[in-house]
Structure formats: structure tokens, C-alpha cells
């Protein structure tokens, strides 16, 4: 039994270094495959310069809580654009997309409540269930029809919510968002939708799944982050003028927290000006998608879900697939591995995104280095993926 606090900490840190597991800090090195900035923006120069020029203009920090002292016209103006690019009443800015999950599901769901969460839920979600006063239910991933009898079975005379991704981030597929609307419909339970890898990037418009599934925007919550597709950070959460105003009056990550820079609210309305006026953009993704499906699949690679710009490789032990980033790494591509917690015991994979700014031959040189690592991987031990593919 250790005998403090500290000493409990440095045993546990010290299980994670002897389990090889331990997680560092490393900043972008290599061509990037494992950003969510998928459409480049983040180092757009209108986007740049909007930031620049807001904090010329109001400083650097918004000095309080959007209640109190932090409010300022920015967020105003980028929460009504959001809403008019969405198709929502309105709209409310929060900090992050972590934030603005804990905030949605612990300020609409109550005790009496249920929420159903897909098992595969980002853990932002996870932690808004757990931390509501609402029951949870995990339901297995995508899967309506088992969804359904547990709606039955667990929300007679309460309200029933149905959470899931829209485009899950570590799987790359597509939640049946039509077949959870006619659910709610029937059913009387209400559809939160977390669309952070899908806005700025799935739909005609790009404003996201629900859109590409033809619901309408306001027949639902939808949660959109700002710092993947959108380039900045902070996410908008979009819906019905009920959802966003009772926000307002009890969401606790947005009353007891510094509102954001405004700068970033003015760096945003940039970066949806380009989404709205750029559509060539997605255009481009949806065609470097396409190659990298296709150049994997032509170097023997099958990928398990439906083409998407997240492509999981799955590897399954957690020490193959560092030594397969590593391998990748060591040829100049930024492809980082997830293991557990942030995915289930046994799915240890490559995460690997693919944004427009990619060119042909990169990806076809990329295809081809990930091919040679997963064949390596699945033949020989994890020293020597590191050593033959970096010598
Ligand atoms: C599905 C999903 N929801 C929410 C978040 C959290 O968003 P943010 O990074 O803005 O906190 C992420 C980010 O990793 C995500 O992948």
C-alpha cells in the first residue's frame, strides 16, 4: 500500500513506462496524416489574418464569462452565421467540443431521463452521459435494430435521448442518423448528434451529416466543433431556439467558464466564409479520399468501412501498432497510433486522416510505406518493423 498520494501517482506511472504504454507529447513531424484539419484552413491566410486583426482590434483575452463581462459582438455575429450555415434556429459557441458535450447532455437531459449512447461514442459524450442525472444505456454501435427494443424496455414515461457521432472519429463510419430520426419520431425521444469530423466536410453544403441524411437541422441537437474541418477551435452547438436559450440559462461549462478569445469567433466567421464560397475544397478531400482508397486497395491493403477522409487501419496489439506509426514516422509521415482507453482492449490501430491539401504522389508513396509496415507488421516481431522499415 503505498503511503502517499505522490507515491500512489508515481506507482501508476511507473505500470504505464513498464507496460510500454506510456503517452508523450510530440508535435507535428512529417507530412501530415493524422490532423483534423482536413480542409487546410488552419493556416488559411484569411483565416490568419482575421485572427491577427482581432486582436489587434480587441485584445487578446475576452476578460469574464459571456454572462458576466466576456460577451462580445463577435460570438454574436459567428453564432448567427453558424445558425444560417447549419439551417438552425440558433446557434451557441463554446470553448471546446468537449465542453459543448458535457454542456448539452447535462443541461437537457435530468434525472428520470435515459439516454441511449452508442458504444463507440467519442468520450466526450461518455463523460456528458455520466455526469448527467440521467440513466445510460450503451447500445451497440450503429445498431438500431437493437436499439429499439431497449428504448422500449427502458423509457416508458421518461424522455429517451438517442446520442451518437455522426462520422465516427476513430472508425471513419457513418451513423444511420435517418433511421434514428424515424425513431425518435416514433418513439418520442430526441436525436443528439455530434457532427465534429463531419461539419465543413460531409453534405452538399458542407454543413454536415444531418444534412447529407436530409433531417432537418432543427429536428435535433446537433454538437459542431470548430477546431477540426473549421480550422480554429471551440465548437458550435446548433438547434432549435428552445435548446440553445435553455443553455444559456443553466449549461455550466458555458456560465462558469472565461469566455474564449474573440479573436477566434472572428477567425471563424472567416474560415465559414471559405466553406460556404470554396466548395471545391471538399471537392478536392473527397477526390485525395478517393486516392488513398484506391492506392491502398491497389498495394493489397482492404479497409473495413465505407471510403471516408478517417481511415482506421486496425492492428489490434497496442505495441504493433506504435511500432507501425513509428515505422511510418521514421519515412516522414505523421501517422499516429490510438490504443486504449481511446479505443476498446484489443482494437489498438493507425488513425490516419487524409486533408486536401494532399497531393498525388505523396499519397501513392504513403499508400504504398503503409502497405509495406501492415505486411511487415503482421509477419515479424515489433523490434524489427521499427529497424527494417527506418533502415
Ligand atoms: C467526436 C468528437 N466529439 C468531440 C470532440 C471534442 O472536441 P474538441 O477537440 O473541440 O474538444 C472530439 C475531438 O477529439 C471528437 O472527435
Not at 465542453?99 to 461518455?126: K, Q
Not at 445510460?136 to 454501435?141: A, G, K, L, T
Not at 479573436?263 to 478531400?285: C, F, G, K, N, W
Request: with cysteine; net charge negative; glycine share 8%.
Amino acid at each position: 500500500m503505498p503511503d502517499s498520494l505522490a507515491d500512489r501517482i508515481w506507482d501508476r506511472l511507473q505500470t504505464i513506462r513498464d507496460d510500454g504504454l506510456e503517452r508523450t507529447l510530440r508535435p507535428p513531424s512529417g507530412i501530415d496524416f493524422s490532423s483534423n484539419d482536413y480542409l487546410g484552413l488552419s493556416a488559411d491566410p484569411r483565416v490568419r489574418q482575421a485572427m491577427i486583426d482581432a486582436v489587434a482590434r480587441g485584445g487578446a483575452g475576452s476578460t469574464g464569462s459571456r454572462l458576466l463581462r466576456g460577451e462580445r459582438e463577435d460570438f454574436a455575429d459567428v453564432e448567427r452565421k453558424f445558425a444560417a450555415f447549419k439551417g438552425t434556429e440558433r446557434a451557441l459557441y463554446f470553448s471546446s467540443g468537449y465542453l459543448a458535450n458535457i454542456a448539452v447532455l447535462t443541461t437537457l437531459a435530468e434525472r428520470g431521463d435515459v439516454i441511449f449512447s452508442d458504444e463507440l461514442n467519442h468520450a466526450s459524450l461518455i463523460d456528458g452521459a455520466r455526469l448527467s442525472s440521467a440513466a445510460r444505456v450503451v447500445f451497440p454501435h450503429s445498431d438500431v435494430a437493437a436499439l429499439e427494443p431497449l428504448i422500449a424496455e427502458y423509457s416508458a414515461e421518461k424522455q429517451a435521448f438517442i446520442v451518437t457521432e455522426s462520422l465516427f472519429s476513430m472508425d471513419g463510419d457513418i451513423a444511420p442518423l435517418e433511421d434514428y430520426a424515424a425513431l425518435c419520431r416514433a418513439t418520442g425521444a430526441a436525436l443528439i448528434v455530434d457532427e465534429a469530423h463531419a461539419v465543413g466536410v460531409c453534405g452538399e453544403r458542407g454543413t454536415g451529416l444531418i444534412e447529407e441524411a436530409g433531417l432537418d437541422p432543427d429536428s435535433c441537437v446537433s454538437i459542431n466543433t470548430a477546431g477540426k474541418a473549421l480550422g480554429v477551435c471551440g465548437a458550435f452547438v446548433a438547434g432549435p431556439e428552445w435548446a440553445i436559450d435553455y443553455l444559456i440559462q443553466r449549461a455550466r461549462p458555458f456560465i462558469f467558464s472565461t469566455a474564449p478569445p474573440p479573436s477566434v469567433a472572428a477567425a471563424l466567421m472567416a474560415s465559414l466564409d471559405i466553406i460556404v464560397s470554396e466548395p471545391e475544397r471538399r471537392a478536392r478531400l473527397a477526390s485525395r479520399v478517393s486516392r488513398l482508397h484506391d492506392a491502398l486497395m491497389a498495394n493489397g491493403l482492404a479497409l473495413p468501412c465505407e471510403p471516408s477522409h478517417l481511415v482506421p487501419v486496425m492492428i489490434g496489439d497496442n505495441h504493433r501498432a506504435m511500432a507501425a506509426a513509428e515505422a511510418l514516422q521514421a519515412q516522414g509521415f505523421d501517422v499516429r497510433a490510438i490504443w486504449p482507453p481511446s479505443v476498446p482492449a484489443g482494437t489498438a490501430r493507425l488513425r490516419i486522416s487524409v486533408n486536401a491539401m494532399l497531393d498525388d504522389d505523396t499519397i501513392d508513396r504513403f499508400a504504398a510505406a503503409l502497405a509495406d509496415v501492415f505486411r511487415k507488421i503482421l509477419l515479424s516481431s515489433v523490434s524489427s518493423v521499427v529497424e527494417s522499415s527506418s533502415g
